[in-house]
């Protein structure tokens, strides 16, 4: 998040996508530089027929409607302004105070709550170094999924994982002040054409497993449908190496031949910056 401040300090909007986010349309740039909010997200709704209560609680169908307003930190544009860095600087600050994840401190200043994260509170008279925690008083008590399993209960907390930790009521008062006085604005993509994980798994066979089909001017084009991207998050990847997919285009990069070029694999995360004429550098 600290990379991604600095490039919009500069002047430079970014794109920044997770390695395991395939891209699988020319159109996914220009859609995202669409918009004019300052950042427009991806969402990691859990939709679909996914269920994977041992790995991801929450992709069962009477706990999906818990994560309608979530939304995905490996996938998102902002626009280079000052309401953009005050934002990514709150995201850090969010993370340092409560020790949460980049996803958990978005999610929160958006919306008001974390995704998994109880947020913890240093205690006092400790040094920053080998510091106790615990649960922060500033922040509300989250929701507990129980497990499905036989045994599994919030008594024993087997199978039983925290969710959607909500800012008290002063805290969040002030970040919905401070997003109007910056003016930052921002939306949520749909998660019908920016896919995440479950929609990887519920469309699978109807999509993503199919042969290439279609032809065009450039020569042979995949057709995923409404989708110009797919994020292979919520253990999407084991899921797929657990089964006889290793054929399918999203596991081989040569099927992806009839794309357009930037299709990158790399180590780790990468930033895409768009400069103000609009060309692409990372």
Known sequence: MRLVELILAQGVDVVMIDVDVLVLSPDFFTTLISFE???VIASDAREGSYNDMQHCPASHA???????????????????NQASVWFMREVQRLMDE?????QDAIQAILTGHTQVAVPQSRLRNETRKGASRRPSNAWHKPLWLEGLGAHQNIRNSQGAVPMNTPMKEEMWDKYETKQRSRGFTWRMLPVQRFGNGPMLVHHW????ARSPTGVVAAGVRLRFGEFLSIHSNCYAK???????KVGSRCSCPNGLRGLSK?????????????????????
């Not at 409560?98 to 980049?102: G, M, N």
């Not at 066979?205 to 993503?208: H, L, M």
């Not at 930037?262 to 004429?277: E, G, H």
């Open 37 to 39: 909010e300052n950042m």
């Open 62 to 80: 009477q706990y999906q409607r818990y994560t309608a307003d979530w939304v995905c930190a490996g996938e998102f544009y902002m626009r280079a």
């Open 98 to 102: 409560f020790t949460i994840t980049d």
């Open 205 to 208: 066979e109807s999509t993503f």
């Open 238 to 244: 084991q899921w797929m190496a657990s089964m006889d």
């Open 262 to 282: 930037p299709i990158v694999t790399a180590p780790r995360s990468r930033v895409l910056a768009r400069n103000r004429w609009g060309g692409l550098f990372s």
